[in-house]
Each structure stands twice: as structure tokens, then as C-alpha cells.
Nanobody
Framework: VQLQASGGGLVQPGGSLRLSCKASGFISGDYAIGWFRQAPGKEREWVSSMSSSDGATYYGNSVKGRFPMSRDNAENTVFLQMNSLKAEDTAVYYC?????????????????WGQGTQVTVSS
């Protein structure tokens, strides 16, 4: 499985960005696909995840209500729409796949990772 994350950039506080994560390759069974972020000097933090089976979404408290996650099954792509961005959202954002899970929030549950995309929120 290969994951390609894109869409990061520089945005002012209050602005929006949409991240994309395109998956290629075959995953047998159900899995969770999720977004994490890592700011300098901090541990990788779970942001959101989606179940492959029914599309159910789950969000961390810091982004709930601001970062809806969606998918395009035809394109094997998931999206993270980032709204009302704050300076504390600045980080490298990674997408990952956790085989065998419907909902996964732990880094160690994810076995496949994309390369990361930088999001900087600054005026």
C-alpha cells in the first residue's frame, strides 16, 4: 500500500486548506484510514480517522467541528477539509492506514504511512 498526501501550505489564521491522501495498492479486509499531525518537538498526534467499511468518521477533540473528513471511493482518496485554522494547527500532516481496524487512534496501529505535508498557519 502506498499513500500520497498533498495539499499543505501556508495559510492565515481563520483560513482553510484541504488535504488529500491518495491510496494505491490492495488492502484485504476492513481498515481505518486516518490523519495525524506532528509539530516540531512534539509527538505525532491523531487528528481523525475513517472506517473503510461504512465511512464512519472520528475526530480528535482539538479539531472536532473544524476538520471534516470525506472520501472519494472512485479515486481511492480521502480528504481533510481544514477550516478555521489556528496557529496551533501548524504541523506536518500524515495520512496512514490501520489494517484490521474500523477506528484507530494510536500511531502503533497504523502500518502504512504517506510522506507528510506541511501545514503552516501564520499571519
Amino acid at each position: 500500500v502506498q499513500l500520497q498526501a498533498s495539499g499543505g501550505g501556508l495559510v492565515q489564521p481563520g483560513g482553510s486548506l484541504r488535504l488529500s491522501c491518495k491510496a494505491s495498492g490492495f488492502i484485504s479486509g476492513d481498515y481505518a484510514i486516518g490523519w495525524f499531525r506532528q509539530a516540531p518537538g512534539k509527538e505525532r498526534e491523531w487528528v481523525s480517522s475513517m472506517s473503510s467499511s461504512d465511512g464512519a468518521t472520528y475526530y480528535g477533540n482539538s479539531v472536532k467541528g473544524r476538520f471534516p473528513m470525506s472520501r472519494d471511493n472512485a479515486e481511492n482518496t480521502v480528504f481533510l477539509q481544514m477550516n478555521s485554522l489556528k496557529a496551533e494547527d501548524t504541523a506536518v500532516y500524515y495520512c496512514g492506514v490501520a489494517p484490521g481496524y474500523n477506528a484507530a487512534i494510536k500511531v502503533e496501529d497504523y502500518k502504512h504511512w504517506g510522506q507528510g505535508t506541511q501545514v503552516t498557519v501564520s499571519s
